[in-house]
């Protein structure tokens, strides 16, 4: 069974080393972006940032998570083999993005990617007919049409709400597997599913008329954001001690961040599809919302794809934590202020929070003892 981890681990840090290539890149394009001068590169990545990091990096990971789902749901291992192959061409679309080969290549392998995660999650589904499942289908769906209108040439402000969307549907599911008894009351089926239809009908609704539909989808945001206030069991684990705390405290600001996403697509709408008005926008959300969802399932998720591994609760953790939230709240102050010098150091220890985060992960990885065999 040792030897079988092992072999599973193996097989898997590629992938892993695929999201994580993409992630260091992604930062090293979002200090570029805040206005800070760094060494040239032989391909120029700033304008790649948004796609290396919702695709590249949260693409595969979230690919690789769920391919290790399936293999787990289904009779035998070969059976779900073909599941890897999703997050191999979300890896692989991203790093030929960073060679500087030509652009349709690899966005072409990420849209074929946003096409095998939508299979990967109807296959569950069938093995599975669960409510949690059909939030992520969605999510893997707007992932898909996103990358594809950014594959046939539309600016990627139009591709990037439905990232989005596929990042905050694939958590809601998550967060309704993981505490699904806090959330099974009628009440709490209903105000999301509301919640959820008000900010997937933006989709649509913002190819044809760009602002309104982001105005809706940020009603729906908020909407998000108040119901997971009122139903996630964090509202009882934020009282217990040790890891499960973090989790609460990472999610309670999460779902905060998500309200002022929200709050800011509403007001703004698609009037601003660049400037320091757009990064309040976009980064609310991705680094204040997702980003704190990232910090607190990592010490769940990450044994889960790397058999093999547990991760051990540090206090530590608060650091990377604390950090990122009051980065993310000198660089939004700043945006809306207009300081480019606030905004710059915002970005700076926003990056620096990351980084921590995966230090602090890497400080805690102990490999599991094989269970002990049952005497004969």
Known sequence: MHKVSENRMANRLPLMALAGVSLLAALWAALVRAGWTLPALPVPIAAQHGS???????????????AVALAASVKTEKEGRWSYLVPLLSGLGAILLLLGLPKEIGRALITL????????????????????????????????VGSALWLFGASIAYAVPWWAGFLILTIAGERLELARVMMAGKVSRTTFL???????????????AFDFGLRMSGVGLIALGLWALRFDITRRTIRHKGLTRFIASCLMPGYFWLIVGGGLWAVYGGGYTSGVIYDAMLHSVFLGFVMSMIF???????????????????????????L???SLILRVTADLIGS??????????????????LANMARSVRRQEPAPRAAS
């Open 340 to 357: 480019p010098t606030l905004r710059m150091w915002g970005g700076m220890f926003n990056v620096i929070a990351v980084l921590i985060f």
């Open 194 to 208: 509301i919640a959820s239809v008000i900010f997937v009908a933006g989709m649509p609704i913002s190819l044809f």
């Open 52 to 66: 290396l990091m919702i695709s590249g990096f949260l693409g595969t990971l979230i690919s690789l998570e769920r």
């Open 113 to 144: 990617a946003g096409v095998g995660l939508v299979l990967i999650f109807i296959r569950i589904y069938q093995i599975h007919p669960v409510e949690h499942v059909v939030p992520m289908i969605v999510g893997a769906l707007l992932w898909l």
């Open 296 to 322: 607190g399932h990592a010490p769940i998720i990450l044994p889960a794809v790397l058999s093999g591994i547990e991760i051990t609760y540090r206090p530590a953790f608060y650091a990377h934590l604390g």
């Open 324 to 326: 990122l939230h009051l």
